[in-house]
């Protein structure tokens, strides 16, 4: 199994910025992607930004100039640098990871930390 755990959100006023983190442990080979994603109150999960195990990254357009993602592979983290932050980046982040485990043969599963809430005050 393997969990992941998340940490830095926060309430922030419009403008500020904020740096998210998430750190995977357990039965690991390998991270593949890894990735944030956002629920706001009433809508559905949405991809924010995701980055590859050779450190290509996209972004959803309304973040994109603002949001920065990274990883530390030898740490099995990545993170998620929030600038200029605005109220419609309310939500709670779900980091999520597809991971390559070995027992008994390779398998590779999608895993989800338990989320962290941002709000973004006017």
């Known amino acids: 199994q393997v969990q992941l755990v998340e940490s830095g959100g926060g309430l922030v006023q419009a403008g500020g910025s904020l740096r998210l983190s998430c750190a995977a442990s357990g039965t690991i080979f390998r991270i593949n992607a890894m990735g944030w994603y956002r629920q706001a109150p009433g809508k559905q999960r949405e991809l924010v930004a995701r980055?590859?195990?050779?450190?290509?990254?996209n972004y959803a357009d309304s973040v994109k100039g603002r949001f920065t993602v990274s990883r530390d592979n030898a740490k099995n983290t990545v993170y998620m640098q929030m600038n200029s932050l605005n109220p419609e980046d309310t939500a709670v982040y779900y980091c999520n990871a597809d991971v390559t485990s070995y027992s008994g043969g390779y398998y590779s599963k999608d895993y989800w930390g338990q989320g962290t809430q941002v709000t973004v005050s006017s």
């Open positions: 980055i590859t195990s050779g450190s290509s990254a």
